[in-house]
T-cell receptor, first 114, second 114 residues
Framework: ETGVTQTPRHLVMGMTNKKSLKCEQHLGHNAMYWYKQSAKKPLELMFVYNFKEQTENNSVPSRFSPECPNSSHLFLHLHTLQPEDSALYLC?????????????FGPGTRLTVT | DAKTTQPPSMDCAEGRAANLPCNHSTISGNEYVYWYRQIHSQGPQYIIHGLKNNETNEMASLIITEDRKSSTLILPHATLRDTAVYYCIVRVVRSNFGNEKLTFGTGTRLTIIP
């Protein structure tokens, strides 16, 4: 596997379900991110982890719970979601350094909440 | 981070150069210009970034005006696979491991015409 992978690619869940999204990066990066992309809206940053420590929570509701057990893996735990949470959830990683850096994105998980 | 302005959509003939403009008139001296693109329902892909000088890589060229208030992304020989939404982002690159977020706008939807 290379780059950033995300599983599952598609997920349909009810409002009372609990599910988790998984992201794995094979690039040796030290930062990982969760973004949300709703239909016809710009990407929104949700969470940032640097060296496994959460450095940003962009006012995300508590029904979204991130977990970063190590610098290669990132999870997004979902519970009691609402239909408006249906969106494409994107994971990204980067190697932070002084001269600038780029974020590498995974293919995303298309989430539908029924 | 400074705000950017991009045209909502553009067309370009296959094989021709695609020139995508971006205005960032409030850019600060320590802010970089980044370009990403997003092919339908995929994760964004990093293209190029720069600070003051023009930059070129295997994907594209980035031309930044001398006053840094605008830039142009050039795809020298556009193909059908270049059809995507292109995002221009300006951001500070910090020397610590603090706020490393990218703020995406609505971008330019580039359509390559056969």
């Amino acid at each position: 596997e290379t780059g950033v992978t995300q599983t599952p690619r598609h997920l349909v869940m009810g409002m009372t379900n609990k599910k988790s999204l998984k992201c794995e990066q094979h690039l040796g990066h030290n930062a990982m991110y969760w973004y949300k992309q709703s239909a016809k809206k710009p990407l929104e940053l949700m969470f940032v982890y640097n060296f496994k420590e959460q450095t940003e929570n962009n006012s995300v509701p508590s029904r979204f719970s991130p977990e970063c057990p190590n610098s290669s893996h990132l999870f997004l735990h979902l519970h009691t979601l609402q239909p408006e949470d249906s969106a494409l959830y994107l994971c990204a990683s980067s190697q932070v350094h002084l001269a600038g850096y780029e974020q590498y994105f995974g293919p995303g998980t298309r989430l539908t909440v029924t | 981070d400074a705000k950017t302005t991009q045209p909502p959509s553009m067309d370009c003939a296959e094989g021709r150069a695609a020139n995508l403009p971006c205005n960032h008139s409030t850019i600060s001296g320590n802010e970089y210009v980044y370009w990403y693109r997003q092919i339908h329902s995929q994760g964004p892909q990093y293209i190029i970034h720069g600070l003051k000088n023009n930059e070129t890589n295997e994907m594209a060229s980035l031309i930044i005006t001398e006053d840094r208030k605008s830039s142009t992304l050039i795809l020298p020989h556009a193909t059908l696979r270049d059809t995507a939404v292109y995002y221009c982002i300006v951001r500070v690159v910090r020397s610590n491991f603090g706020n490393e977020k990218l703020t995406f706008g609505t971008g330019t939807r580039l359509t390559i015409i056969p």
